[in-house]
Nanobody
Framework: QVQVVESGGGLVQAGDSLRLSCAAS????????MGWFRQAPGKEREFVAA????????DYADSVRGRFTISRGNARNTVYLQMNSLNVEDTAVYYC?????????????????WGQGTQVTVSS
């Protein structure tokens, strides 16, 4: 089994920055992509960003491209989401997910392991 744990959420003001962290532990597999999703109250979970095993391929939702940056740590089991120029619409619970295969995907069904989520609240 693989455990995924997010951290770094909080309350910030519009225009501020925040960095989320995610670590996968437990049973390891040779290579896996990781992604970030978010779910705002009353809305469906949506894709935010994903990164492949090597870190060379990154994908972003249009709503965050240019403001958010996904990256992997030197230890491949960690991933970060640097969020800049936050706005009220970014308020959501952010989830980190890992998939057994190395290629990035935008669909939540393609991910096998999920964290519990971390709340990000942006005030105006």
């Amino acid at each position: 089994q693989v455990q995924v744990v997010e951290s770094g959420g909080g309350l910030v003001q519009a225009g501020d920055s925040l960095r989320l962290s995610c670590a996968a532990s437990g049973r390891t597999f040779s290579s896996y992509a990781m992604g970030w999703f978010r779910q705002a109250p009353g809305k469906e979970r949506e894709f935010v960003a994903a990164i492949n095993w090597s870190g060379g391929i990154r994908d972003y939702a249009d709503s965050v491209r240019g403001r958010f940056t996904i990256s992997r740590g030197n230890a491949r089991n960690t991933v970060y989401l640097q969020m800049n120029s936050l706005n009220v619409e970014d308020t959501a619970v952010y989830y980190c997910a890992a998939r057994r295969l190395e290629h990035v995907r935008r669909t939540s069904d393609d991910y096998d392991y999920w964290g519990q989520g971390t709340q990000v609240t942006v005030s105006s």
